[in-house]
């Protein structure tokens, strides 16, 4: 069991009023109890409650374990109306009550259970503490129609009564920073400002997959054909349809090479589901893996031909980071995010252009493809620059917003 599933296990999905399950928090000793003040409260709520590891959660689960660990950071959640602790070690309190000086770091998602945390933000100003917010992105807010009405309006809401609120921001990249920072300055007269950084996200992965992974997985990584690997939930944003009319054109055309994708379903792409589920190559040179195990997705980065990222917008693209530590090549989108983290050792294709792509899957038959040389950054060491920034305030920029902007944001929903 992977560090924290014992406490999603019980939490699962209850949502704001719902009657929540009995609180069991694993019991975890670090090297050292984190008694330094003041104290980081590091929130992963919405990653309990939804149980998954993937994505955005991966990163919270990587950065408050990694933070437990090293004596820096208490990982929590909402429980009951309470702050209450992820881990349990001997002599460390369950409960905590908020104290002066204390920064609660906004690691997750937070936007599905808004109304838990505004009266909880209200009792800890209050009381003296601080409030740093994690941003993954802003692409429901620039990309609305990519995402469900309802996510939008809850996320605008948070942006608003949260996140322009709060005592600083730090990104999960520059591009993500610098998205906020250009949106922020989109408006009238200057008022308040927001300071704003960023942190690089490791790469190394306690996940990795342990065990064996499944029949169809070992079929596909040893079958003898060579495949290119998705990797994502299946939603608007993320090309899934592009990648699949580069490759019935490459099928059209005699190559014999496999598309793996690996992600649950999201939302408005039941076309395409179903393009999937009917198509002729399913289960011959199309799968679709939507319930893959750690195990799973560990062999099929390691054997791929390539990882294809046919996303048009990513707050970072953390499969980048998966595939240069499993050491597959990529074929990406050229979008600034992926620029940011695999700089010229990706090859790049047109946005939205199905011939571009089939053009570069074409090359990886050709020319050896390397990895992406990322520069190694451990989980631990990633979580320490978090920290330290979100306790020294050391950000990167401070960008004047406008009040306008505050009432846009409230307004997109």
Request: hydrophobic share 40%; glycine share 8%; with cysteine.
């Amino acid at each position: 069991m992977s560090p924290s599933d014992a406490v999603a296990a019980t939490l699962g999905e209850a949502g704001a009023g719902e009657p929540q399950p009995v609180w069991a928090p694993e019991r975890l000793v670090p090297e050292n109890l984190p008694v330094r003040r003041p104290r980081l409260l590091l929130d992963m709520t919405g990653t309990l409650r939804s149980g998954k590891n993937t994505g955005i959660q991966r990163v919270v689960r990587e950065i408050a374990r990694n933070g437990w660990m090293m004596g820096e950071g208490i990982p929590v959640a909402i429980h009951d109306g309470e702050v209450r602790a992820c881990y349990w070690a001997p002599g460390f309190a369950e409960t905590l009550e908020i104290e002066a000086g204390d920064i609660f770091l906004m690691l997750d998602t937070v936007w599905n259970h808004l109304d838990e945390y505004l009266p909880l933000l209200d009792e800890m100003r209050r009381r003296g503490a601080s409030l740093i917010v994690c941003l993954h992105d802003i692409l429901p807010i620039t990309y609305p129609d990519a995402f469900p009405p309802e996510l939008v309006e809850r996320f605008a809401r948070w942006v608003s009564e949260v996140v322009l609120k709060s005592d600083g921001v730090i990104a999960n990249s520059q591009s993500t920073a610098e998205s906020l920072r250009n949106y922020l300055a989109d408006g009238g007269p200057s008022t308040p400002t927001l300071p704003i950084g960023w942190w690089r996200l490791g790469d190394d992965f306690s996940c990795d997959g342990g065990g064996d992974a499944s029949p169809l997985a070992d079929r596909i990584a040893y079958g003898g054909k060579p495949y290119f690997l998705g990797v994502g939930t299946i939603e608007p944003r993320k090309g899934y349809p592009v990648v699949l009319d580069a490759m019935e054109t490459l099928w059209a055309e005699g190559v014999d090479a496999a598309y793996v994708i690996v992600g649950s379903k999201g939302w408005g792409m039941s076309q395409f589901e179903r393009r999937i589920e009917r198509h002729v190559e399913l289960d011959r040179r199309l799968f679709w893996l939507s319930n893959a195990s750690d195990a799973d997705l560990t062999l099929l980065y390691r054997n791929a031909r390539a990882m294809i990222l046919a996303s048009f917008a990513e707050g970072f693209g953390l499969p980048i980071v998966e595939a240069a530590h499993y050491r597959t090549p990529v074929i990406a989108t050229d979008i600034p995010v992926f620029r940011e983290a695999a700089g010229d050792s990706a090859r790049y294709f047109r946005l939205l252009d199905s011939d571009s792509l089939s053009r570069a899957i074409r090359a990886a038959f050709e020319e050896k493809l390397r990895a992406p040389a990322l520069t190694p950054v451990s989980w631990r060491d990633s979580a320490t620059q978090l920290l330290d920034m979100a306790r020294n305030r050391d950000f990167q920029m401070t960008q004047a917003f406008h009040e306008p902007a505050r009432r846009r944001w409230a307004q997109n929903g």
